[in-house]
């Protein structure tokens, strides 16, 4: 039987973890531009944690583009809803100092990536969702209901199949447990 002389001190909500952050990526496959304009649309929402004041933000939500095999570079939106503001430098978050898509956004909204690219050319898409170490909203959340991608030999919808979402929910899932397990362990 163990006995306790004092209390724990109380836990700040945005008490930094030892663990590494969240990461979430999906990964669109290698396309080949059929040359001229092209067009990346999704029409999305999100939930992310952001300051009290709106920036800067916590959690967030960024889209890459890698050019014939080069590294991912962040692409900003040409038109329709754009990043909402920089990801906080503090609390380890992987996309720290970006813009970034951020805060509520609970409705669907557009947000469209243009330009043109030479034929033969090809890009590689990666959506990424990052999250601090520290304590987290509830459900932290970014949900992209279409993207569609024209200019690459007719429309492609690259939006995965439903057992990638449950591969990737399983994850998560894992992740959340492995979070909670550790914090357990602790107290």
Request: charged share 15%; hydrophobic share 35%; aromatic share 10%.
């Amino acid at each position: 039987m163990r006995s306790r002389s004092a209390r724990p001190p109380p836990r700040s909500p945005r008490r930094r973890s030892t663990s590494s952050p969240p990461t979430a990526r999906l990964l669109s496959p290698v396309l080949t531009a059929s040359g001229g304009a092209f067009s990346i649309s999704a029409t999305h929402r999100y939930n992310f944690e952001q300051s009290l004041f709106g920036s800067p933000c916590f959690d967030g939500g960024v889209v890459f583009a890698s050019i014939n095999g080069g590294a991912f570079a962040a692409l900003a939106p040409s038109s329709g809803k754009g990043y909402d503001g920089p990801i906080s430098t503090n609390f380890d978050n992987p996309l720290g100092g970006q813009q970034a898509f951020c805060g509520e956004q609970l409705s669907n909204v557009i947000s469209t990536w243009s330009g043109t690219l030479a034929a033969g050319t090809t890009i590689q898409l990666a959506l990424d969702g990052a999250w601090d170490n520290s304590f987290a909203e509830a459900s932290p959340n970014w949900n992209i209901r279409s993207l569609t991608i024209s200019g690459f030999g007719g429309n492609q919808n690259v939006i995965p199949e439903p057992s990638t979402y449950a591969l990737m929910a399983t994850g998560l899932a894992g992740l959340a447990g492995f979070a909670r397990r550790r914090r357990g362990a602790t107290r």
